[in-house]
């Protein structure tokens, strides 16, 4: 009861910081001027499953995770391995290479691609809304990401006092963080998982085909929530 006492004492405190500080919005960008630099032509990827395809847009912003998914695209590093985890309400998860051969059943997620982890390049304007495209990670404290797993957002739709909680979860290792009224509106109306901001790279997002999220993650699965059915992909660089 103790710890349960002291537990609800923090969230109470985070929830005061919240209230005191809300109108310190974070902003995706700042500043007016006009720039005459040409953008650079967003980078497009077309995953291809059973279930449908989806288009994902890659983000300029995160180059090193945009970079290496570019690069084992092009090499057809994806093509046939499975979703192998999915979890209705939040996320399905898939590019393991120990899934292209693996026996039914079997537990995956711990394979990696050639080469080491990537830098964690996680910005306070990129959040795990439905659709957000993100690379999973094993735990350390720097961040950084699996060099090959990424996983996509279902997540749920939200309330206010669930944002609240979940902006307070952030702040207790970003302090200055605090979600915009653009961002927080994208949760109440399309949804997410927020439990997840900062703490993982999103790099990308589903541009066409999100109800293919929706077919993929309604799949029967087992108790490590792998597909009984095997949900195989197939990666294509569209521009």
């Known amino acids: 009861m103790k710890k349960l006492s002291l537990f609800m004492a923090g969230i109470f405190i985070c929830l005061i910081s919240f209230t005191q500080n809300k109108t310190n919005t974070s902003k995706p960008t700042g500043g007016t001027a006009q720039s005459t630099v040409k ?102 404290p720097q961040k950084a990401s699996n060099n090959c797993q990424f996983y996509i957002v279902q997540g749920e739709i939200l309330n206010d006092v669930q944002l609240n909680m979940a902006e307070c979860q952030v702040r207790s290792s970003n302090p200055a963080f605090t979600y915009s009224d653009a961002q927080r509106n994208l949760y109440k109306t399309t949804g997410g998982a927020p439990l997840l901001d900062q703490n993982y790279t999103v790099f990308g997002e589903v541009i066409e085909g999100i109800e293919v999220i929706d077919k993929i993650i309604a799949v029967p699965r087992d108790a490590n929530n792998r597909p009984l059915k095997n949900v195989r992909m197939k990666m294509k660089l569209l521009n």
């Open 39 to 140: 953008k650079k032509q967003d980078q497009m990827v077309e995953i291809i499953t059973d279930f449908g395809n989806m288009v994902v847009k890659l983000y300029d912003s995160t180059p090193l995770h945009g970079d290496n998914f570019i690069k084992l695209v092009k090499e057809g590093f994806y093509d046939s391995l499975m979703f192998h985890r999915v979890i209705p309400g939040f996320m399905i998860q898939g590019g393991d290479p120990n899934s292209r051969n693996a026996p039914d059943s079997v537990m995956l997620g711990a394979g990696s691609a050639p080469g080491g982890m990537i830098k964690a390049e996680i910005r306070p304007y990129l959040i795990h809304k439905k659709g957000a495209l993100a690379a999973a990670r094993p735990d350390n």
